[in-house]
């Protein structure tokens, strides 16, 4: 059985607490009560467990130029919209939440890094940005 957990309103799928994800987001993809993790590594593992229709090129010079493309989007422009998109969209709704449900769910992020940015931005909000 497969499940996809996402959210399908932002780039490479809005932030979520996933208990799934140590990561805390999605998109998360479970297989027979195995998650699978990132967006491009779920394309490759779909296309690996289930080969027809194929999702990946077969030619090498189309494959390398498919995989450019996913690193520039996961490094590059997720990145780059990370903490603008969650601001954007969550805002007034973690505002608004109760106090330990807030600090419940910067805590569920596993990455420090990312962490200390949504902090960052957390502490904008506190001040009136």
């Known amino acids: 059985m497969l499940t996809l957990y996402d959210f399908g309103n932002s780039v490479c799928c ?3 607490r996933l208990k799934l994800n140590p990561k805390g987001t999605v998109p998360t993809l479970v297989h027979d009560g195995k998650p699978v993790i990132e967006s491009t590594l779920i394309c490759e593992y779909l296309d690996d467990t289930f080969p027809t229709p194929p999702l990946i090129p077969a030619d090498p010079w189309q494959r390398n130029r498919m995989r450019l493309w996913s690193k520039m989007v996961d490094e590059g ?4 919209v990370t903490e603008l998109s969650f ?3 969550f805002r007034e709704r973690m505002r608004s939440m109760p106090e330990e449900i807030r600090e419940r769910r910067f ?3 596993g990455d420090p890094r990312r962490r ?3 902090l960052a931005v957390r502490q904008a909000w506190d001040c009136g940005l």
């Open 14 to 16: 809005q932030k979520a």
């Open 77 to 80: 422009l997720f990145e780059g």
């Open 87 to 89: 601001s954007a969209m």
């Open 107 to 109: 805590r569920n992020i």
């Open 116 to 118: 200390g940015r949504a």
